[in-house]
C-alpha cells in the first residue's frame, strides 16, 4: 500500500486555497480499499436525497405497493430562479406517471417531480426503510419544497450572493444554522461514507469476479437495477463528470446543490474491470452562485483519491 498522507495534506491543502470545505471518500468496491478526506463529517444533502426517495419508490413498486403506471397530477412548479428543471419550471398543471416522476426526479433532479414522489412515500417512511437496509447515517426529514424556500429565493440574482454571505457565517461550531435547510438537526443529512455504503449495496449485484471479504447491504435487485439505470441517465454532468467519463469509463451518479453546497456522488466503472464509488460533499466559502472553479477543484480532488486507489 502506498503512503498517501502527504497526497491527502496536499489535497487539504488545495480545498482550503480554493475556498472549499467538505467530506470526500473514494471507494475501490471489489477490494474495499478506500481513501477520503474527513468522509464521516454530516452535511444536508440537498438533492442526493433523491437517491434514497427514488429507492423507496422502486421497493413499493416492486412490493405492488405502488402502480409505476399511475397517472399523478402534478401542480406547476412555476418556479422562475436559476436552477429548478422539469416541472418546477412548467407553468401547468401535467399528469405524469409515477415510472416518469422517478426519472425526472433522479435523472434529471426535478424537484417538483420528487415531491409529487414524497406524496406517495412521505420523508417518515422513506428514512424507516433506509434505517431498515441498514443505512443509518442517511437521514430524511423533509421534502424538497423545503429547498426552494432559503434565502436564496428572496434576494434578486443580482444580490445572490448575499444569501451566500449568510449561509457562510451563520453556521455554528456544532454544524448547526440560522437557516434550517443547512442545520444538520432540521435538514435531510448524510456523510460522503454514508453515500458509498449506499453505492456499493447498489452496484453489488453487478460486480463480477472475487470480491475478498466484502460484505454489501441487502437490496432488492430489480429497484437497484432500476436506479443504477436512473444514474446513468444523469443530466447534469458538470461537476465530477469531465474527470470521470471517458471512452474507457462510465460514470453514473446523483448531483446535490443548496446555496453554498455542493456535491455529487456516483461509480464510476473502468474498461478494465475496476469499479470505484465515489461520493463529494463540499461546503464553499465563497459568498458567490457561480463558482466554476469549485466545481473543478471537487473533481480533482475526486480524482486524484481514486488515482492513488488505482496504484494499490
Known amino acids: 500500500m502506498l503512503n498517501s498522507e502527504s497526497l491527502l495534506r496536499e489535497l487539504r491543502d488545495a480545498l482550503h486555497e480554493g475556498g472549499l470545505t467538505g467530506s470526500f471518500l473514494v471507494r475501490d468496491l471489489y477490494t474495499g480499499e478506500e481513501l477520503g478526506i474527513d468522509p464521516d463529517t454530516e452535511l444536508p444533502t440537498a438533492s442526493l436525497v433523491k437517491l434514497p426517495l427514488a429507492l423507496a419508490t422502486l421497493e413499493r ?27 418546477s419550471r412548467f407553468r401547468h398543471p401535467a399528469r405524469v406517471a409515477v415510472d416518469d416522476l422517478l426519472y425526472l426526479s433522479t435523472s434529471v433532479s426535478d424537484g417538483t417531480a420528487s415531491d409529487a414522489l414524497f406524496e406517495i412515500t412521505p420523508p417518515a417512511q422513506v428514512e424507516q426503510m433506509v434505517r431498515e437496509w441498514g443505512f443509518r447515517d442517511l437521514t430524511v426529514r423533509h421534502s424538497m419544497r423545503e429547498l426552494s424556500e432559503t434565502p436564496a429565493e428572496r434576494f434578486e440574482s443580482a444580490d445572490a450572493h448575499l444569501a451566500h454571505a449568510l449561509a457562510i457565517s451563520a453556521g455554528t461550531s456544532g454544524r448547526g444554522h440560522r437557516v434550517p435547510q443547512l442545520d444538520v438537526a432540521r435538514a435531510n443529512t448524510g456523510t460522503a461514507r454514508a453515500f458509498v455504503d449506499l453505492l456499493e449495496a447498489l452496484w453489488a449485484p453487478v460486480l463480477t469476479g472475487p470480491r475478498p471479504g466484502r460484505t454489501s447491504r441487502a437490496l432488492p435487485p430489480e429497484p437497484a437495477a432500476r436506479l443504477r439505470e436512473l444514474m446513468a441517465a444523469n443530466l447534469l454532468r458538470h461537476r465530477l463528470a469531465p474527470d470521470f467519463a471517458s471512452d474507457a469509463a462510465t460514470w453514473s451518479s446523483k448531483t446535490g446543490t443548496l446555496l453554498n453546497l455542493r456535491h455529487e456522488v456516483g461509480v464510476v466503472e473502468h474498461a478494465d474491470g475496476q469499479v470505484f464509488a465515489v461520493a463529494v460533499l463540499t461546503e464553499s466559502q465563497v459568498p458567490a452562485d457561480s463558482q466554476p472553479g469549485a466545481e473543478a477543484l471537487m473533481a480533482q480532488v475526486a480524482r486524484r483519491l481514486r488515482d492513488r486507489l488505482r496504484e494499490w
Open 61 to 87: 413498486i416492486r412490493l405492488g405497493e405502488v402502480d409505476g403506471a399511475q397517472q399523478i397530477e402534478v401542480a406547476p412548479g412555476r418556479i422562475t430562479t436559476p436552477g429548478p428543471t422539469g416541472l
